[in-house]
């Protein structure tokens, strides 16, 4: 049986972009990482209300990233958390 392993990084919003339908986001953690997840139809996103640029954000993925500058992942869970 194999075990998918989940990661989570917390930061916030810095930047949404939406481009040919695709959403995705710029996330800065408290160390001042930048990294890019995807959201795509299978994403949930935990929020009270529309995510919005400055927001805190839990993002929990499948602990796969991209080599590149910055790291981009998919997001399997974005929580948005309450400002």
């Given at each position: ?14 930047r949404i ?67």
């Amino acid at each position: 049986m194999m075990h998918d392993k989940y990661d989570m990084i917390s930061g916030k919003i810095k930047r949404i972009n939406v481009n040919d339908g695709k959403t995705s986001l710029l996330i800065v953690d408290e160390k001042g990482m930048e990294y890019i997840f995807h959201i795509n139809e299978y994403t949930i996103i935990m929020a009270f209300e529309n995510l919005k640029v400055g927001q805190k954000v839990d993002i929990i993925f499948n602990g796969i990233l991209t080599r590149s500058i910055p790291p981009q992942g998919n997001a399997i869970i974005v929580n948005g958390l309450k400002i």
